[in-house]
C-alpha cells in the first residue's frame, strides 16, 4: 500500500478554509478561537501624529540612550536602563495608585508640568475598590 499517495488524497478531502482572517466558516468570527473583537484595535490612527505622540516617551529614551551611549560608553544607558527596570517595580499596594516619582525624577519628567497634572490621568481616577479582594488578587490567593 502506498502511504504516501494516501496522505495526499486525504489532504485534499478535508477543506480546510476561512473566508478571511477575521471570519470563520460561515462569515461570522469564531469567538472562541480568536477571542472578541475590539473595534479600537482596528481603527486607524485619526491624525498623522497619533502614532508619533503615542510613541513619544520610548523614542525620546532611544534618543537619551544613544547619545549617552556615544559620550560616556555602553555602561551609561545600561545603569539607566537597570534603574529604570527598578523604579518601576517599586509600587503601593493594588488598591492605591503610585505617582512612580522614583522614575519621573530618572527621566526628567518632575520639573515640568504636563496634561496628566492639571487635568489628571484617566487611568488614576478616584474609584477605589476592596482593598482585601485586590490584595489576595496580586498575591494568587484568589
Known sequence: MNTRGFRSQLKDSIP?????PQAGAYGVQDTLRKGFTSVKNEL??????ELSEKNFQ????QINFSTLRNIQGIHAPLKLQME????KQIQRLPFLQSSNIALDTLRGNDESIGFEDILNDPAQSEVMGEPHVMVEYKLGLL
Open 16 to 20: 480546510v478554509a476561512e473566508l478571511s
Open 44 to 49: 486607524l490612527p485619526s491624525h498623522p501624529l
Open 58 to 61: 520610548i523614542s525620546q529614551d
Open 84 to 87: 529604570f527596570r527598578a523604579t
